[in-house]
């Protein structure tokens, strides 16, 4: 693998002071090479002090912006600092760190600009989510090849890579709740080229999940009005 690329990680983190030392230690551990940013959304616990012991440049949001609002602060640091390439791994523990380098290939071989792990396509037994959670998937998909045209079979997984044109896109304009799914539809307006790749994910080792209301028809309901919104937005 290359190192001409500047690469960035970018692990948004709240309240993960038990897993995030362990976590960016595996980083570094596997990719020396590559610079890890911890943004520290507002958390109580002890999540900035425990990231930088292990290794990581924190930044420490002065309260909690949710996961779109820490993820759009490292897209600006990747775009006021030139990277040409940021990948994100969730603080919890639930991306295997493994299949980072699987992950950014695709955007090192100048295939895609956007690039999702996703745990539908791995042969592999790791965790797939839970019911709840994977109706809210199989929904997004289907309302995202019925707008798009492309098929993606994880569009809630934060595991991703993006390419330098994705992100001066996303540094000024990032969705802020729950962004996942609206983030795909975005990039697929400004004309990116998206496509999956296999991971294998664990359970969550620490934290709350960002998409906990998955019980409810709230997280449906409000992505898929800002989808629509975006689009609209977009012909006008």
């Given amino acids: 693998?290359?190192?001409?690329?500047k690469i960035l990680i970018l692990v948004p983190a709240f309240n993960e002071g038990r897993v995030i030392g362990r976590l960016v230690r595996e980083i570094r551990e596997l990719y020396p090479h590559y610079p890890i940013l911890v943004i520290n959304d507002?958390?109580?616990?002890?999540t900035s002090k425990?990231?930088?012991?292990?290794?990581?440049?924190?930044?420490?949001?002065?309260?909690?912006?949710?996961?779109g609002g820490a993820i759009q602060c490292g897209y600006k640091v990747a775009?006021?600092?030139?990277?040409?390439?940021?990948?994100?791994?969730?603080?919890?523990?639930?991306?295997?760190?493994v299949y980072l380098?699987?992950?950014?290939?695709?955007?090192?071989?100048d295939k895609l600009d956007l690039c999702i792990g996703s745990r539908f396509l791995s042969e592999s037994n790791g965790f797939k989510s839970t019911f709840m959670r994977r109706i809210g998937i199989r929904f997004f998909s289907q309302l995202?090849?019925?707008?798009?045209?492309?098929?993606?079979?994880?569009?809630?997984?934060?595991?991703?890579?993006?390419?330098?044109?994705?992100?001066h896109r996303f540094a000024p304009h990032y969705p802020i709740d729950f962004p996942e799914p609206e983030a795909i539809l975005i990039a697929k307006l400004y004309g990116a080229r998206i496509g999956e790749v296999p991971v294998k994910m664990r359970k969550r080792l620490?934290?709350?999940s960002s998409i906990r209301y998955f019980k409810t028809a709230y997280y449906m309901i409000k992505v898929t009005l800002a989808i629509l919104i975006d689009m609209i937005k977009k012909r006008y």
């Fill in 42 to 46: 507002g958390s109580h616990d002890d």
């Fill in 144 to 167: 995202l090849r019925l707008l798009t045209g492309i098929s993606i079979t994880d569009p809630t997984s934060g595991y991703r890579a993006t390419g330098k044109k994705i992100i």
């Fill in 206 to 208: 620490g934290g709350i």
């Fill in 50 to 67: 425990k990231a930088e012991e292990a290794g990581a440049r924190v930044i420490t949001l002065p309260y909690n912006l949710g996961i």
């Fill in 79 to 97: 775009a006021e600092e030139d990277y040409d390439i940021t990948v994100q791994i969730d603080g919890d523990g639930q991306h295997d760190p």
């Fill in 101 to 109: 380098k699987t992950v950014l290939k695709p955007i090192l071989d």
């Fill in 1 to 5: 693998m290359t190192l001409a690329k």
